[in-house]
Structure formats: C-alpha cells, structure tokens
C-alpha cells in the first residue's frame, strides 16, 4: 500500500518568510489554493488590461475574447495527448487554422500600420483606443469671406463625422501684410472703433490667438465668421492680409487648418470729406506702390476675398485698354493719372506709346504734356530690379501715436496721405 510523502511545511513564525515561500505552502497544503492563484492572475490581467480601453464594455468584449483563446489554448493542449487516433488528427487541422489565421491577422496588421492597408491602423482601433470615443472628426467644407461692413467676415463651414467636437480656440497665423495707400486727401476725422479679431499690421509673420466657444454634434455641419480688424489708426491707406487659420478643438489638441487666405483689410474710419488734387506725382507714387503690392501678392495661391480680387483686376495688364482710351477724355483731370499710370506698368504699355505721343505734342494741357512724356520714357526705359516698401513703418506709428493720444473732436495735422 502506497502512501503519500509526508512534506514538511515551513513555520508561519520564521524569520525571513517570503510571499512566494507562503504561496507555495499554502498549495502544498491545500491543492485547490492554485485556483484561487489562477483567479487571483486573471484579474490582475484585467485591470492592467482595463487602462487601455476607454469603456468598461470594450474591456469586457476584450476579455471575452481572451478568454476564447484561452479555451481554444486549452483544446490543443488536451487534443494533442489524446490517446485514440480518430481525434488527432482533427486537432492537428485545428493547430494549423489557427497558426495560419494567426499569421493572416499579423500581417495585415503590418499591413494596416504600415501602409494603410487593407484600412488605416488608426480607424480599426479608435474604438477600442482610450479616448478615441470622445474625439471628433472636423472637416472644413467652405471658406468666404463677407465683405458687408466695414471690416470682412471670414465665413467658415464645418462638417463633423466623429463625435461631439468642441471647438475652443482659432489661431489666426498671419504671413505678410502690405499697405495700399490712396492719393486721396481727407479733410475730418472722428469716431473710433472696437473688433472681434485685432490682427497688428506690423511684426509679421506671427499668430494670435483668439479664445472660441462652439460644440458641433455627431453628423452635423455649422457656420461662424470672423469679423478681421487691425489695428491701423485712421489713414487713407488699406492692409493686405495672407493669412491661415488653425481651429483647435477636443481635449487632445487636434487641428484643421485652412488653405492660404488673402483680404484686405480696411483701419479705423471716420466721416470725412475728400478732395482730389491734380498732382501727376501724387497719382504716380500712389499708383506704382500699388501695382508692385499687387504682383507682388499675385506669387501667393490663396482663397481672396472680393475686395482683393477687385484689386488685382484693377492693377492688371487687362486695365491698360481703359487706360488707353481715358487718354482721349475731355477732362484733363482724367488723362492725368491715365498717362502716370500706364507709365507705371513699364513695357507691358508699350501700346499706348502712340496714343501718349499724340498727347506729348499736342495736348492742350501742359501737365498732361509732361506726364505723358514722363510715361513714354518709363514705358520705353529697359527693366530692371525694383524694390519698394510693403508698409510705411514711420508713418504707421506716427498715426497710432496721434490717434491714440487725441484730445476730444481732434483733427489730424496735414501727412502724407
């Protein structure tokens, strides 16, 4: 009669008992302890497993499965030390399915990470992924701008195909600004005015921040605008503004980003009344800034607003047949600037060398005589490099001094303007 080996189970009481030591002697003690060890194992896996899923129900479809495989690990154990032959080799067919599954599912999944194929990583586990279920996913569909008021509206249309987005901040990253001016002269000022976005004309390229509050739902689309001011103190002159703007919403920081926008953007504005003076150098200066402001905004691809499109009609090649024929007006005030400013457009007006040598001999007007000869020699001077001054920093600030610290009913003093 066998009879079984007394184990000699260490004392509670001695010095330096380890747990494991313990473990181990309360199994040799009582054999069924090692489940409660298998139970003990299993939740400790649960609640490492439970950080990465977002919901308790994803933690629990994850523990099913893992408990399938567990099941199916069990089946091969045991089916492969059965004894009768009939069942091996079922098992064997078994071994080699999951095997091949197995292999099938890692390489697409090194396909997925990889390639994005046969579906991106990224969307096979945002459901599973923490947080994934409470971001959004934001697309821009539309970008205008309304040109009602005095300052443009930047008109933005959102879709949203995730969850709720909440949308908390609108960066406005501002490229390069440049200054329009008119010969125009302004003859009263007052009023002052408040903005939803103040963008500064100077210190480009920077950003600037603007705190937003706006919640769009699961399958739905919204609209808001931007009302863009800046900070430019009354003066008969406008800013070009190429802009992108950055929407951060979501507690993880996410962004949309627009395409390159341009918009001119109008300073501060008063009642006025305004004369015209027949100064040929006044129109000129004015004139050629312009013309090089806009070729040199023409080298940006960008979503214009109409006022911009409008400029860059005006200062085009396709103006010059206007210009031509407002060469043959009655009025001298108007084949004034017409001659200034074909001789501005260089030898692309070389058409209007005849006419503006008919005007050089015979016109009735000696300004006119004179601005015509000053076009002919321009239009037939050889190109060359020119440089000019995107922003009169001088005369900005000279304004924003005045017009910051103006006595009540304050009228500007004579400038360049």
Known sequence: MKTRPTVPHPSPELPGLGAWTLIRASIDAVPAVKYALGVAGLLAAFAIGSAFFSTKSAAVVAAIIMLVLMVLLLIFSVATKLAPKSLQPAAVWLVWFVLLAFCLCSSLSISSVFFDWPKPFRSLMQPLVHKAQSTGKISLVDVQFLESGQFPKLDLKLRNTGEVAVLKQAIFNVRDVWELRDSLRPAALK????????LPVLGAPYSRAVPISQSIA????DRFTFTLGNDAPPARREYIFLITVDLVYDENEQRLSTQ???????PAQYPLALTSPRDFNVFKRTFEHNLQVIDDVRKFPAVMSPKALSYLNEYSDETIPKLIRQLGDISADTRLP??????CFGRRADR???KLNELAAADPDPAVRAAARVAISEI??????KEFTKIDRTELIRRKIMWQDRPPDWIPPPGND
């Open 352 to 354: 209007a060398v005849p």
């Open 338 to 343: 017409a001659a200034g400013k074909l001789g």
């Open 191 to 198: 009023a002052s005015w408040n903005y939803d976005v103040e």
């Open 260 to 266: 390159p926008l341009l918009f001119i953007g109008p």
């Open 218 to 221: 699961r399958g739905n689309a």
């Open 380 to 385: 037939q001077a050889p190109p060359g490099p």
